[in-house]
């Protein structure tokens, strides 16, 4: 064989076997990927939360809503789920004193949490003073959003009673007080499709009465 002949099929040998090693790359490449997503996506931990005021052991998928996690893992249906995205409130719950979306926040992430939901605020014939006063109100028509804004009314008293100014407050010195003003801003990431606003708002200004 010519030194030219032997120079094509060295090339050619090179060509083939770069080939083969670019597939072979690029296959275990494909396999490391693939089970990369596979171990995300079945993986789990193991949370504890306190729901209620009662001790909640769960193994949840980490991708797993606060609001799911309530929902479809321990029952509590009395959170609803709206939108899902954070724009309308249905989903609200009490977290450590505080009102969030649960559904824009992770199980995982409230391990150890103190969570409150509309059914530990009360229940039938032992109504929170809140849950009381929507009742008495007609604060709601459906009921959808209903859950929602209460726990979110709760939380508004004592934020307010925190002196925690909202963007009507008109000082931010002076103890901030219960208006209507006050109470509509604070309220305006509870979304109620049936328009029970009105109601709402006297059922929280006699909440707000009955605590004082
Ligand atoms: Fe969470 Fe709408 S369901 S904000
Ligand atoms: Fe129907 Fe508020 S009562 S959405």
Known sequence: MSPQNQLEISRRDL???SAATVAITGAASGVAAAQTADRSMTHSSMISLKVNGESRDLDVDNRTTLLDALREHL????????CDHGQCGACTVIVDGRRINSCLTLAVMHDGDD?????????????HPMQAAFVKHDGFQCGYCTPGQICSSVAVLEEIKANIPSHVTGSLTEQATISETEIRERMSGNICRCGAYSNIVAAIIEA???RA
Not at 75 to 82: E, P, R, W
Not at 117 to 125: D, F, M, V
């Open 15 to 17: 060509l083939i076997s």
């Open 75 to 82: 029952n509590l249906t009395g959170t609803k789920k709206g």
């Open 115 to 127: 969570v409150t939901t509309i059914e530990g605020l009360g229940r039938p014939g032992n109504l």
């Open 208 to 210: 707000a009465g009955t």
